[in-house]
């Protein structure tokens, strides 16, 4: 499926979670353990809704979703210590190394915008280091200038702003996402939005990206102007 106008991008932005590493299922894992106390299934219902949010609003949703008896701070302190376990074993998803390299040699500048803070992100990507080396640079939930996290456009502007050399316009700019709340957000900022959603997601919910694929393996560099595999 070919790009919007066969529109010629000259910068990548990638989300982190659920589009470069599976750590969702870390997330599910993780959760679900919190939730059998309760007597609470973490479902796909519940899940969607907090998918490309940030750790606060993240949290806020289970909370008021699953009627918790539990303070925002409480579940994010409960959660944290597993998370951080795991998270050195997520993987990286179909597609995705070969995307890197391919952008890599070719010299298209990328980076990174992503919900997590510094933390969790460091810890995230701690086995694949040698990849991450090859992106310009990342913008996390806990950076000084960001304002507000997805679905807002401003961790994509900041993104875009922070590239060594600045596309001309935000519509040179594509965005690989996996959440609704990035597509809306990556829209807001007037970027072209590749969208590789979750199997289990609406398809109504991805009738806002500029074409959904249902791996990275699928995407085509051609079709955005950039240099072909």
Not at 2 to 17: M, P, R, S, W, Y
Not at 26 to 38: A, G, H, M
Request: aromatic share 8%.
């Amino acid at each position: 499926m070919a790009g919007e106008g066969t529109q010629k991008c000259t910068h990548v932005i990638f989300d982190l979670d659920g589009l470069m590493l599976d750590t969702e299922i870390i997330y599910t894992r993780v959760t679900q353990e919190l939730l059998n106390p309760y007597g609470k299934v973490f479902d796909w219902s519940v899940k969607s809704k907090m998918m490309g949010r940030s750790t606060q609003e993240a949290a806020r949703v289970l909370l008021e979703e699953l009627q918790l008896p539990l303070s925002t701070d409480e579940l994010i302190k409960m959660s944290q210590e597993k998370l951080f376990e795991q998270f050195p074993s997520a993987t990286l998803l179909p597609g995705v190394e070969k995307l890197i390299h391919h952008f890599h040699r070719h010299n298209i500048p990328m980076a990174v915008a992503t919900g997590s803070g510094t933390q969790a992100y460091d810890r995230k990507i701690s086995n694949h280091k040698h990849l991450f080396q090859l992106i310009s640079h990342v913008v996390k939930s806990d950076d000084p200038e960001l304002q507000q996290c997805k679905p807002a456009p401003d961790i994509f502007l900041l993104a875009s702003a922070r590239f060594p050399t600045q596309p001309t316009s935000p519509d040179h700019v594509l965005v690989f996402e996996d959440a609704p709340n990035g597509v809306t957000a990556a829209r807001a900022a007037g970027m072209n939005v590749v969208m590789v959603p979750d199997k289990n997601m609406d398809k109504a919910k991805c009738a806002n990206a500029s074409v959904v694929l249902k791996s990275l393996e699928e995407f085509d560099p051609g079709e955005w102007g950039f240099p072909p595999f």
